[in-house]
């Protein structure tokens, strides 16, 4: 069974940065697409970063700017570098690939403070 594990998340000030950390069992990120998905208090689930198999990254906008996506494929291993933080960023983050697994890791939580 893939396993998700993401790591990273913490307290930070607005304007700060933070990376976040996938490991994955397997080589699930090397033949699909990947991305990072957040989940703010009381709302949806939703895709904020990916990546193509072919490298190509997408951004939702309000990220845009601020959160830049990449993967170690050899490493089996997905970051997503997050700056300029604001407190609307406070969410859990996950990693999965696109589109996404039913299974999903723990997540790690940012939270941002004004």
């Known amino acids: 069974q893939v396993q998700l594990v993401e790591s990273g998340g913490g307290l930070v000030q607005a304007g700060g940065s933070l990376r976040l950390s996938c490991a994955a069992s397997g080589s699930i990120f090397s033949i699909n697409g990947m991305g990072w998905y957040r989940q703010a208090p009381g709302k949806q689930r939703e895709l904020v970063a990916s990546v193509t198999r072919g490298g190509i990254t997408n951004y939702a906008e309000p990220v845009k700017g601020r959160f830049t996506i990449s993967r170690d494929n050899a490493k089996n291993t997905g970051y997503l570098q997050i700056d300029s933080l604001k407190p609307e960023d406070t969410a859990v983050y996950y990693c999965?690939?696109?589109?996404?697994?039913?299974?999903w890791g723990k997540g790690t939580l940012v939270t941002v403070s004004s």
């Open positions: 999965n690939i696109v589109p996404p697994m039913k299974y």
